[in-house]
């Protein structure tokens, strides 16, 4: 999308579509002794009332972290479309069986053998409070003739569209 959003619904609107559209993301915690420690998560549901969903072990690190310090950012990549997400929110983590049944989906045996029985099963939910995004329409092609071109003229590449969200 190279059109500036109108709205802050249209705005929320794009942060949804790049979010699920990457589906992969790296969760940054803070540890215990306060470094910023990122992992990569698989996005379950981004419903963009300003909420990221995801499934962890009780005993994980990440779990541990958010119980301390619930600040986490969310960040996506998508090269294939040349667009990037960074959302910051406050996580909690708990269990929820209704809600982890509407989650729930078959590739997460891989991590949780007993599926939605698999003692410890939590789940992040992540309340966003802002979101940016960087948004290229161009290929790859395009942005690299971009950046040729700074480097001979001096001139920063237009590198696309940045645009902050607040939820």
């Not at 949780?112 to 790859?140: C, M, N, Q």
Request: charged share 20%; hydrophobic share 40%; with cysteine.
């Amino acid at each position: 999308m190279s059109d500036q959003p109108t709205s802050a619904a249209q705005a929320r609107a794009r942060v949804t579509e790049l979010a699920r559209t990457a589906r992969i993301c790296m969760l940054t915690t803070t540890a215990l002794d306060g470094r910023q420690v990122s992992r990569p998560m698989g996005l379950q549901e981004a419903e963009f009332d300003g909420d990221l969903w995801f499934f962890a072990h009780a005993d994980s690190a990440k779990i541990r972290q958010i119980r301390v310090n619930p600040e986490v950012n969310v960040a996506f990549s998508d090269q294939r479309h040349n667009a990037w997400v960074s959302i910051s929110g406050t996580a909690t983590e708990g269990f929820d069986r209704d809600r982890a049944e509407q989650l729930w989906n078959p590739l997460l045996t891989a991590w949780f053998p007993e599926g939605l029985d698999t003692p410890g099963l939590r789940l992040i939910k992540v309340h966003t409070s802002s979101a940016e995004y960087w948004d290229s329409p161009s290929s790859t092609v395009v942005n690299l003739f971009g950046y040729a071109k700074a480097a001979v003229t001096g001139r920063p590449p237009k590198a696309g569209e940045n645009h902050e969200v607040t939820y």
